[in-house]
């Protein structure tokens, strides 16, 4: 017991050293230019090249995360409008899951009380220059738990599993419906991230036309495909195993990684080791892999950070069979905001090196195994 204890301890005095300070809102009060920071945070910014879309990415640690940068996402409250007793008040409910012999849900689904969108016939209008159609797609709620204090870091990792396969099971059914070209689905954490509840959800999107940022991604992957022969994602991952530079961790099935050209702090992906191209036919037996993945990296997160804001992207194809495109959860904490230079240049500016960043969250990791 004691020798854990002093492993812990030195794993602190590691994530606090001058290398991390920036990353840690108790230990802010060094520079980031201080002469005992590490060479890496005080080299010059550095243009990266995004694999996956056509934008550059500033790596600039000259910047530095601000103290006002971070907020605290951790629940305040065990009841808000998605709790139990509210059913007959926020959306009209699609799905319930309750265990054997009780009345009690576990998890519920239900149509978005404030979507934008309804199920209509999709139908374009307009000329070339001037284009338009009437609303139409399906907007989804997935009450994760009935508990609005909980969090995905310290749900039952067998409860996870089960939430992730209902996320597979909706987006299988909705990507069923008539002229779907995109389907996402988010996972949005505190108000700073764009939470519209104080309670453990994700949002399901379905809508007939297509999505800019996958296309981005479509458009690379194909690029690359068409030059090599290989896929994209699948050789990024195969270079990351290989090198570790911005390896976070992995298991049997999936990999986690800090992506070379990281738009945001901390910003981590989590992909398939399997090639495949939509979440919604992923198999039921390699779920369980992802929730402890996916969870020991929102551990990692909250225990070093403070529970942020973030949020979670999943993208995918609606339909499996694409041998380009490799479907995958983006991580993004909300930890500095956009300033001028980023809006009118286009450029995204990240302080925090995807390499540091890696070396920052195995170091959380590693507390955990401790």
């Not at 290398?19 to 230990?27: C, E, F």
């Not at 978005?112 to 139409?136: E, V, W, Y």
């Not at 022969?229 to 990024?236: E, I, M």
């Not at 198999?283 to 992802?290: G, H, I, W």
């Given at each position: 017991?004691k020798?854990?204890?002093?492993?812990?301890e030195?794993?602190?005095?590691?994530?606090?050293?001058?290398?991390?300070?920036?990353?840690?809102?108790?230990?802010?009060?060094?520079?980031?230019?201080?002469?005992?920071?590490?060479?890496?945070?005080?080299?010059?910014?550095?243009?990266?090249?995004?694999?996956?879309?056509p934008?550059?990415?500033?790596?600039?640690?000259?910047?530095g995360?601000?103290?006002?940068?971070?907020?605290?996402?951790?629940p305040?409250?065990?009841?808000?409008?998605?709790?139990?007793?509210?059913?007959?008040?926020?959306?009209?409910?699609?799905?319930?899951?309750?265990p054997?012999?009780?009345?009690?849900w576990?998890?519920?689904?239900?149509?978005?009380?404030?979507?934008?969108?309804?199920?209509?016939?999709?139908?374009?209008?307009g000329?070339?220059?001037?284009?338009s159609?009437?609303?139409?797609?399906y907007q989804?709620?997935?009450?994760?738990?009935?508990?609005?204090?909980?969090t995905?870091?310290?749900m039952?990792?067998e409860?996870?599993t089960d939430?992730?396969?209902?996320?597979?099971?909706?987006?299988?059914t909705?990507?069923?419906?008539?002229?779907?070209?995109h389907?996402?689905?988010?996972?949005?954490?505190?108000k700073?991230?764009?939470?519209?509840?104080?309670?453990?959800?994700?949002?399901?999107?379905?809508?007939p036309?297509?999505?800019?940022?996958?296309?981005?991604?479509?458009?690379?992957?194909s690029?690359?495909?068409?030059?090599?022969?290989?896929?994209?994602f699948?050789?990024?991952?195969?270079?990351?195993?290989?090198?570790?530079?911005?390896?976070?961790s992995?298991n049997?099935?999936?990999?986690?990684?800090?992506p070379?050209?990281?738009?945001?702090?901390?910003?981590?992906?989590?992909?398939?080791?399997?090639?495949?191209?939509?979440?919604?036919?992923?198999?039921?037996n390699?779920?369980?892999?992802l929730a402890?993945?996916?969870?020991?990296i929102?551990?990692?997160?909250?225990?070093?950070?403070?529970?942020?804001?973030?949020?979670l992207?999943?993208h995918?194809?609606?339909?499996?069979?694409?041998?380009?495109?490799h479907?995958?959860?983006?991580?993004?904490?909300?930890l500095?905001?956009?300033?001028?230079?980023?809006?009118?240049s286009?450029?995204?500016?990240?302080p925090?090196?995807?390499?540091?960043?890696?070396?920052?969250?195995?170091?959380?990791?590693?507390?955990?195994?401790?």
């Amino acid at each position: 017991m004691k020798g854990r204890q002093e492993t812990r301890e030195k794993l602190k005095i590691s994530l606090s050293s001058p290398l991390l300070v920036t990353y840690l809102p108790s230990l802010l009060p060094f520079s980031l230019h201080s002469p005992f920071l590490c060479p890496t945070l005080r080299a010059v910014s550095q243009l990266r090249k995004d694999p996956f879309s056509p934008a550059w990415v500033i790596i600039s640690p000259e910047r530095g995360l601000e103290p006002s940068d971070f907020g605290s996402a951790r629940p305040k409250t065990n009841h808000s409008p998605l709790s139990p007793g509210n059913e007959a008040f926020v959306g009209k409910e699609i799905r319930s899951f309750c265990p054997p012999g009780s009345k009690q849900w576990r998890m519920r689904v239900i149509e978005n009380p404030t979507a934008l969108l309804t199920p209509k016939p999709f139908q374009i209008a307009g000329s070339d220059l001037f284009t338009s159609a009437l609303n139409s797609g399906y907007q989804e709620i997935i009450v994760e738990h009935p508990d609005a204090s909980m969090t995905l870091d310290h749900m039952p990792l067998e409860h996870l599993t089960d939430v992730l396969k209902l996320y597979r099971d909706r987006l299988e059914t909705l990507s069923g419906k008539p002229n779907i070209q995109h389907i996402q689905l988010t996972r949005n954490v505190g108000k700073m991230a764009g939470a519209s509840y104080d309670h453990p959800h994700a949002q399901i999107l379905a809508i007939p036309v297509n999505n800019r940022w996958i296309d981005e991604e479509i458009s690379a992957a194909s690029d690359y495909y068409d030059l090599h022969q290989h896929c994209l994602f699948c050789d990024v991952m195969e270079a990351e195993l290989r090198t570790k530079e911005r390896l976070i961790s992995y298991n049997q099935h999936f990999v986690a990684i800090a992506p070379y050209a990281s738009k945001n702090p901390l910003e981590t992906w989590i992909l398939p080791r399997q090639h495949a191209s939509s979440f919604a036919e992923v198999a039921s037996n390699v779920l369980p892999f992802l929730a402890e993945l996916l969870q020991s990296i929102v551990r990692a997160m909250n225990s070093a950070l403070n529970y942020p804001p973030y949020n979670l992207l999943l993208h995918t194809l609606p339909k499996e069979g694409n041998s380009k495109y490799h479907w995958h959860i983006e991580l993004l904490p909300r930890l500095t905001r956009q300033a001028g230079f980023d809006w009118s240049s286009g450029f995204y500016v990240n302080p925090t090196p995807p390499e540091d960043a890696a070396r920052f969250l195995k170091g959380a990791l590693a507390l955990q195994e401790v």
